[in-house]
């Protein structure tokens, strides 16, 4: 019998949902969630069934990893209205939005900041849908089903993370504060209004400076031997996965932890999502030595940066496995954007520029949540000004190239 919550009435809005609660997503049926997602305007592979049940299955985000599942869904009968990955949390790894000040500040105070709500996906700091839902008044209501969750349980805080405008709009109506962090995107646009006809092409949009630097970055590579490949979806073979874990443990252990991702979910990735996972493998002298795994949308034509790893050292091999190989593949394959990940100023020089993501914040203790709001203007007005900064830095040329 699946674990969960039923039958909790919350009058939430004028349509009286039913909210249950499961403590496995496993429990609920695949099916209809991701219905749901297919509905929204900015899905992603990783808000998939099939990738959170990756998850909890091997381990990764149960509560024994500090990541106790309890997804919040709405009812109208038996039909699923809303639906949301929700996690109790007794830490905050694995999250790429730092609250560390804040826990701090409670443990200062003599006050339990852990356990906390999260709405995300577990170590994948990926912008989209996160309030999976009908309609507009289903998600509004979702919002407040996972207040009174919160409240019902004694929990300090809530946080939904890396959330779509949908979700924004839902979760600041609702009274929760909103953050941002800034991530580098790239896009297939020509600033002369086409898609990129080729990676020349691309690096001739670049100004000078920026476009030199990395052909000498990329005959680096070429010098010393190495030579690129790559296998799609189901043409990754076992042997591939297992070269791909064995460079992505290795970068974990040389900087000192664990890798957060076990071999039995890239496991699972391989048997229920391939056609969402792209590797690029580097060889030296016919010998695989490194690799970039690159997760796909090919519905929407998205990529995205995901794990890269390395079993020898070459100067310069990470900008090569991590952006060139993707971004001239995406070029070659029309896709539309490529998503750097979290963080990486470095990334603007390769021309992924700075995007605003958005998170929500609730915090039931009233002094607290006032000092964090007034923390969060305080921080807004600077990620305002960091965005006008590297707005001065763009490595885009003026006057783009005609092309060829």
């Not at 005959?219 to 874990?245: L, N, P």
């Not at 029309?334 to 100023?345: I, W």
């Amino acid at each position: 019998m699946p674990r969960k919550r039923g039958g909790r009435r919350h009058c939430l809005t004028e349509i009286d949902y039913v909210t249950r609660v499961f403590y496995s997503p496993v429990d609920i049926d695949a099916t209809r969630w991701n219905a749901l997602l297919a509905k929204e305007a900015d899905p992603s592979p990783f808000m998939r069934h099939e990738y959170l049940a990756a998850l909890h299955e091997s381990g990764c985000a149960r509560e024994a990893a500090g990541w106790q599942p309890s997804f919040i869904t709405l009812w109208l009968g038996d039909e699923l209205h809303a639906a949301c990955p929700m996690y109790l949390k007794n830490h905050s790894y694995g999250e790429y939005v730092f609250d560390w000040a804040w826990a701090n500040a409670y443990a200062q105070h003599g006050l339990d900041y852990y356990p906390k709500a999260l709405v995300a996906v577990p170590f994948t700091p990926v912008p989209g849908a996160r309030l999976l839902a009908r309609d507009d008044e289903a998600r509004h209501a979702l919002v407040k089903a996972l207040i009174a969750h919160a409240k019902d349980e004694q929990l300090s805080s809530l946080h939904l993370l890396f959330a779509q405008p949908r979700d924004v709009v839902a979760a600041e109506h609702a009274g929760l504060m909103l953050r941002q962090t800034v991530q580098f995107h790239w896009k297939n646009d020509h600033p002369g209004g086409a898609p990129y006809a080729s990676f020349e092409h691309f690096l001739a949009s670049l100004q000078q400076e920026k476009r030199k630097k990395i052909r000498q970055e990329q005959r680096k590579v070429a010098d010393a031997g190495v030579r690129f490949r790559w296998s799609r979806g189901v043409e990754i073979s076992a042997e591939e996965w297992a070269f791909f874990y064995r460079c992505y443990e290795r970068t974990y252990l040389e900087h000192g932890n664990a890798p957060y991702l076990n071999r039995d979910f890239f496991r699972r990735m391989a048997q229920s999502m391939p056609e969402n996972w792209l590797l690029f493998i580097a060889e030296r002298d016919g010998r695989p030595i490194a690799c970039s795994l690159i997760g796909i949308d090919p519905d929407r034509r998205v990529a995205y940066g995901r794990y890269w790893g390395a079993l020898e050292r070459v100067d310069c091999l990470h900008f090569e496995a991590c952006y060139y190989q993707p971004l001239a593949w995406c070029i070659q394959h029309g896709y539309l954007r490529f998503e750097g990940g979290a963080q990486g100023e470095h990334k603007m020089a390769r021309a992924l520029l700075p995007v605003a993501t958005t998170s929500a914040h609730w915090l039931a203790h009233p002094s607290f949540a006032e000092a964090v709001e007034r923390f969060l203007e305080r921080e807004c007005q600077g990620i305002e000004q960091y965005l006008e900064h590297l707005a001065l830095r763009n490595p885009l040329r003026r006057y783009p190239a005609p092309i060829d």
